[in-house]
């Protein structure tokens, strides 16, 4: 089909949007078709094996490579096509780390955890040894790592996530990515109820370092509401001695009324199934 348009309405460039649906869609013949055409009737000018495009619209050649193209494949799990523009260097600059990670996660030959590891996918609950082994070995690169933190909260192993931090015990001086994947577990602890992570957590020096530099009292009263809602008690007793003594009462009353009426809309729903 797109030989045919070609052949038929040619074109002086074609678009980055056509390579960006090709990617999207993990269509290899067709980048492959895009790059015999870029290399058949530029002249001299498309993107050489090792290099990467300079801008997300680089107009270099026959074919307009570079834009979502990477982005929009990880998106869709077309791991093949991240793989096949990078290999190539038909990738923009910031599209590196997201190079690296996919090539780094599709060495575990594990298609479930390459899942898991990029986009956050079904917790894997009990990990086995090898599994855990594996996400060390992903986790042993700092970017990997700091992207896989997010997916490794939901399997709630504290030896796991201490493991991945102490993989990278020196950080840099700009991690600012550590500190808001932090913030994001700290919510996802007290969202579940696990005070046991989510005292690690706090104690932890990016656990300190988050609360001092991103977190606000109105971040507090998120963690305090997120614990009233699912009735863990336990932490939200652990976050009045802590310091949150002042909250608005409003605020946690407010939470727990939530948390109410989400429990009886939840027991009425049983009671119809049941009657049923």
């Not at 336990?234 to 009426?261: D, F």
Request: hydrophobic share 40%; glycine share 8%; charged share 25%.
């Amino acid at each position: 089909m797109i030989k045919w348009l070609m052949d038929h309405f040619p074109c002086g460039q074609t678009a980055v949007e056509v390579d960006e649906a090709a990617a999207a869609g993990g269509h290899l013949n067709v980048l492959e078709f895009l790059l015999a055409l870029d290399g058949k009737e530029s002249t001299g000018g498309s993107v050489q094996s090792g290099q990467q495009v300079d801008s997300e619209r680089d107009a270099g050649g026959r074919v307009c490579w570079g834009g979502r193209s990477v982005k929009d494949a990880l998106s869709k799990k077309q791991y093949a096509a991240v793989q096949w523009l990078c290999e190539r260097g038909l990738h923009t600059q910031e599209d590196q780390e997201i190079a690296t990670r996919v090539d780094r996660a599709l060495r575990l030959e594990d298609a479930d955890l390459v899942d898991f590891l990029l986009h956050g996918g079904q917790a894997q609950e009990d990990p086995t040894p090898e599994r855990v082994d594996a996400i060390l070995q992903f986790a042993a690169d700092p970017d990997c790592a700091v992207h896989a933190f997010p997916a490794v909260m939901k399997l709630q192993s504290a030896s796991l996530m201490q493991k991945m931090v102490q993989l990278h015990s020196t950080l840099p001086k700009d991690h600012k990515a550590w500190l808001n994947v932090w913030k994001s577990a700290l919510n996802e602890s007290c969202r579940r109820g696990d005070l046991n992570i989510f005292k690690w957590q706090m104690e932890h020096w990016l656990g300190r370092e988050a609360c001092s530099v991103l977190l606000r009292y109105p971040d507090f009263v998120d963690l305090m509401s997120a614990a009233a809602r699912g009735g863990h008690v336990e932490v939200m007793e652990y976050l009045h001695r802590i310091g949150l003594k002042e909250l608005p009462e409003n605020m946690i009353a407010g939470a727990l009324l939530r948390r109410g009426r989400s429990q009886a809309r939840d027991d009425a729903d049983e009671c119809s199934v049941a009657s049923e």
